[in-house]
């Protein structure tokens, strides 16, 4: 089983439509991320949680909203989802500051 | 503001080596990763070096790392057609307690 779990792994939805990204992780660690990337644009920072009660924004978080339901745990929504936010969305974890971030597979996610 | 740079792309012939060059903001940048993403996948760790290190080598990997210049490298030699993919450096700044910042990403595209 993969150390990161995003569901779904694609997803079209329509312009206006409230769409959730799940991401599930058995490492068992405290921080979790979520990343958008775009063509030419490298991996950018939605939001980010260090622990259960912790939520922060990235730098692109306008649109989007988080829920840190479990350690485990950390799911993505856009509220009224538009179609610059087609991209493929990257969950991760890592355990503290410095150590290995584990990604992912993506979700690629396309808004019509 | 934070903004680590890397060259779009890459082309190299098989068996020769590659060079990927990633330019970061703070000296005092901690720790310094570089990251490969296969096509379909997320992110996977493919090497780090400390600030306090000016080479490390692994395999046919070498890292190189001039602070004077904030400047980083990645050098694969004997390149090969499963070495094609996106290389992303990445930073931990100062404070530490922050996530990743990423590049853009440069695309290796190896040609047999």
């Known amino acids: 089983d993969a150390d990161v779990t995003q569901t779904p792994r694609n997803r079209i939805t329509k312009t206006g439509k409230r769409i959730m990204l799940e991401c599930s992780q058995t490492k068992g660690h405290d921080r979790m991320y979520w990343y958008r990337q775009d063509p030419g644009l490298g991996l950018r920072l939605i939001y980010y949680s260090f622990d259960v009660k912790d939520i922060n924004k990235g730098e692109i978080s306008d649109g989007y909203s988080v829920s840190r339901q479990a350690q485990a745990k950390f799911s993505l929504s856009l509220e009224s989802a538009i179609p610059n936010q087609t991209a493929l969305y990257f969950c991760a974890t890592s355990a503290d500051v410095g150590s290995e971030a584990f990604f992912g597979q993506g979700t690629r996610l396309t808004v019509v | 503001g934070e903004d680590v740079e890397q060259s779009l792309f890459l082309s190299v012939r098989e068996g020769d080596s590659s060079v990927i060059n990633c330019t970061y903001t703070?000296?005092?940048?901690?720790?310094l990763y570089w990251y490969k993403q296969e096509p379909g996948a997320g992110l996977q760790l493919l090497t780090y070096i400390f600030s306090n290190m000016d080479m490390k080598q692994d395999q046919r990997l070498t890292v190189l790392l001039n602070k004077k210049d904030k400047h980083l490298s990645l050098r694969i030699a004997d390149t090969q057609t499963g070495d094609s993919a996106i290389y992303f450096c990445?930073?931990?700044?100062?404070?530490?307690?922050?996530?990743?910042?990423f590049g853009k990403g440069t695309r290796l595209s190896v040609i047999a």
């Open positions: 703070d000296s005092s940048s901690t720790y």
């Open positions: 990445a930073e931990i700044l100062p404070s530490g307690n922050t996530p990743l910042v």
